[in-house]
C-alpha cells in the first residue's frame, strides 16, 4: 500500500467566498487562482469540524470545465484532513440528485457537488462549489456562513501534494496517509440513481405508453440534456430501460462548455429546443439544466407547463405513482415566489402546504421532519422527499407515470386542473446582469414605499383592471423546525384579490445582479384558461414597472429573459 505524508501550506485569503443561494459560485478564471478553490474546500471541512475524522463524503459533479482539477484537489485535501473515504463518481461526474441519492444510500456526513448548475461553463463561464449534508441536501444557512467565517481569516490549508487517483476507471484504492488508511472508491455515477427511479416509477406502464398498443399510438418524447450531466442518465433511463430511440435523445454527452449552450431549460435559453417540440412531431418534451436538478416540461406543439402549475398537477396526482402508494402523501411546500397553485389543491385535500424562501435548502428541515412529501419551484425546479434535491430526471418520469395512467395529453391534463382548481396566472421577468447599485437603490425606493403609511390600501389601474393592496412586506421566514429565521427573502406586493407582484434579486448569478419580478393572478373564470399570461397579467406587470421605476434606476426596458 503506498504511503503518503500531509503537508502545510501557507495560503492567502481571498474576499467574498460567501456561498449564495446554492454554493459558492464565480467565474472559472476565480476558482483557478492559487490557493484559492483549496481555501475553500477547507474552509469546508473546518466548518464540518469533528464529525469528519473517519466520515465518508460522496464528490462528483455536472462535468464542467475545471471539475476535474478541482476533484483533485478534494482528493488531495480530504485526505490530509482526516476523512476516510471518498466516493468518487467515474470521470468525475454525478448529477446533482445522483449526489443526493448516493449520500443518502451510504449513509454519508456529506457530498460536494462541483456544479454552477444553470450557468454557462469553459474557461470563460461559471464554476460553483457546493458542500450537501448527510440528510443530502444543501447546507444550511448556519453551515455556509461558517464556512464563509473561515474564509475570512484562513491562514493554512492541508494537503497530500503527491496522491493521484485515475477517475476514469471503477476502482477502489487504499493508501496510507500518515499511518492512516484512505480510500477512494470511484463508483458508477448513475447505478445507484437508476434504482432508486426504478423502485419509485411504474417502469412498465411509463414503457407501454412509449410504445403504443393496438389503442393508442406510440407516446413520441423529445429529452434533451442541453449538453450537460444528465446525458448519461437519460441515456440508461430512457434508452436502455424505456427503449426510446437514440434520436430522441439529444445533446446527452455531457460537454466542459455544455457545447457553447446556456443550460438553463427555459423559453429564452433552450428556444431550439421548444422549437423542435413546436413542429408537432412529439407529444412530450423535457429539457434539463447543468447538473440536472431543473426541468423544462412541454406538451405537443410546445405547450409550455410552467414550473408553478407543474408542481400542482404533480400535487394532485402524486396518487398513481407507486412510490407515493407505498409511503403516502404528506404535505407540500413551495418558495415565496412560486404561484400558488399548488395551495389550492392542498386545500382541496386537507393536505398542509408549507411557503418557504427561495432555495432548496429551505425544504430539507420539512422532509426531515415528515412534514411534506413534494415541493418545488418557480425556477424549473419540482422534487420529492426520495432525495434532498430537487430533480429533473424524477420530474419527466413523474409527468410520465401520471400520463401513462390517464391516457390524456399534457394540454388536456393542465386544463382538466384549471377546471377543477382555477388558474393561477403566473410569469416571471429576469433583468439579468444589471448594475449591482442600480439594482440595490431600486429595491430599497420600492421597500421605502411599502413603508408609508397609506401604503395598505393604495388603488392601481392599468387596462381596466383595479387592484388593492392588502399587504406589503419584505419576506421573512421562520423555520418550524429549528426556529432558525432567514429575512430580506423578497418584497411582496399582496392584492386584496391574492394576486401579487414580488421583486427579489437573485442570489446565484456571478456577474452584476440579476432582478427577478415575479406576477401572480388568480382566474376562476373558465373562458379565461386558455389565454396568454402575458396578456392575462399585463396590467399587473405594467404596474409593478410603473411602481418600481425599473427602467429609469436599471435603464432596462426589456426583462432578458421571460418566464
Ligand atoms: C438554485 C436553487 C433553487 C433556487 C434557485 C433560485 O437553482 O437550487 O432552489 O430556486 O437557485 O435562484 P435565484 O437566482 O433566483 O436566487
Ligand atoms: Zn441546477
Request: hydrophobic share 35%; net charge negative; with cysteine.
Amino acid at each position: 500500500m503506498s504511503s503518503f505524508t500531509v503537508s502545510i501550506v501557507d495560503t492567502v485569503t481571498f474576499e467574498g467566498q460567501k456561498p449564495g443561494t446554492s454554493g459558492l459560485r464565480k467565474a472559472a478564471k476565480i476558482f483557478q487562482q492559487e490557493h484559492y478553490t483549496e481555501n475553500f474546500i477547507q474552509a469546508i471541512f473546518e466548518a464540518v469540524g469533528d464529525n469528519l475524522f473517519g466520515s465518508t463524503l460522496v464528490v462528483g459533479g455536472d462535468g464542467r470545465y475545471y471539475g476535474r482539477d478541482v476533484i483533485e484537489k478534494i482528493i488531495k485535501i480530504a485526505a490530509a484532513n482526516g476523512i476516510s473515504k471518498l466516493l468518487v463518481g467515474q470521470n468525475g461526474i454525478f448529477s446533482t440528485p445522483a449526489v443526493s441519492t448516493v449520500i443518502r444510500k451510504y449513509k454519508t456526513i456529506g457530498g460536494i457537488v462541483l456544479t454552477a448548475s444553470h450557468n454557462p461553463g469553459g474557461p470563460n463561464g461559471d464554476f460553483g462549489i457546493k458542500f450537501n449534508c448527510e440528510n443530502g441536501g444543501p447546507a444550511s444557512d448556519s453551515i455556509t456562513n461558517k464556512i464563509y467565517d473561515i474564509t475570512k481569516t484562513l491562514k493554512k490549508y492541508k494537503i497530500v501534494p503527491e496522491l493521484s487517483v485515475d477517475i476514469d476507471k471503477i476502482q477502489c484504492v487504499t493508501v496510507q496517509v500518515d499511518g492512516k488508511p484512505f480510500t477512494i472508491d470511484v463508483i458508477d455515477s448513475v447505478n445507484d440513481y437508476i434504482n432508486l427511479m426504478k423502485e419509485i416509477f411504474d417502469f412498465s406502464s411509463i414503457k407501454k405508453l412509449l410504445q403504443g398498443n393496438d389503442e393508442h399510438l406510440p407516446f413520441k418524447i423529445l429529452i434533451n440534456s442541453m449538453n450537460g450531466v444528465t446525458g448519461p442518465y437519460v441515456k440508461q433511463i430512457f434508452g436502455k430501460e424505456l427503449s426510446v430511440s437514440d434520436s430522441n435523445l439529444v445533446n446527452s454527452t455531457p460537454k466542459e462548455d455544455f457545447g457553447g449552450l446556456h443550460p438553463d431549460p427555459n423559453l429564452t435559453y433552450a428556444a431550439d429546443f421548444v422549437n423542435d417540440v413546436k413542429t408537432g412531431l412529439y407529444d412530450f418534451g423535457a429539457a434539463f439544466d447543468g447538473d440536472g436538478d431543473r426541468n423544462m416540461i412541454i406538451g405537443k406543439k410546445a405547450f409550455f407547463v410552467n414550473p408553478s402549475d407543474s408542481l400542482a398537477v404533480l400535487a394532485a396526482n402524486l396518487n398513481v405513482i407507486p412510490y407515493f402508494q407505498k409511503v403516502g402523501v404528506k404535505g407540500y411546500a413551495r418558495s415565496m415566489p412560486t404561484g400558488a397553485a399548488v395551495d389550492r389543491v392542498a386545500k382541496s385535500t386537507n393536505i398542509e402546504c408549507f411557503e418557504v424562501p427561495t432555495g432548496w435548502k429551505y425544504f430539507g428541515n420539512l422532509m426531515d421532519a415528515g412534514l411534506i412529501s413534494l415541493c418545488g419551484e418557480e425556477s424549473f425546479g419540482t422534487g420529492s422527499n426520495h432525495i434532498r434535491e430537487k430533480d429533473g430526471i424524477w420530474t419527466s418520469l413523474a409527468w410520465l407515470n401520471i400520463i401513462a395512467s390517464h391516457r390524456k395529453s399534457i394540454e388536456e391534463i393542465l386544463l382538466n386542473h384549471w377546471c377543477t382548481y382555477g388558474r393561477n396566472f403566473f410569469t416571471r421577468y429576469d433583468y439579468e446582469n444589471c448594475d449591482i447599485d442600480a439594482a440595490n437603490k431600486m429595491m430599497k425606493y420600492v421597500e421605502e414605499l411599502m413603508k408609508e403609511s397609506d401604503f395598505v390600501g393604495r388603488k392601481f389601474t392599468s387596462h381596466n383592471k383595479t387592484y388593492i393592496i392588502k399587504e406589503a412586506d419584505n419576506y421573512s421566514y421562520k423555520d418550524p423546525i429549528d426556529g432558525s429565521v432567514a429575512s430580506k427573502q423578497g418584497l411582496r406586493i399582496l392584492f386584496e384579490d391574492s394576486s401579487r407582484i414580488i421583486f427579489r434579486l437573485s442570489g446565484t448569478g456571478s456577474a452584476g445582479a440579476t432582478i427577478r419580478l415575479y406576477i401572480e393572478s388568480y382566474e376562476a373564470d373558465s373562458s379565461t384558461y386558455l389565454r396568454d399570461p402575458q396578456t392575462v397579467l399585463k396590467p399587473l406587470v405594467d404596474i409593478s414597472l410603473e411602481l418600481s421605476k425599473l427602467g429609469e434606476f436599471t435603464g432596462r426596458n426589456e426583462p432578458t429573459v421571460i418566464t
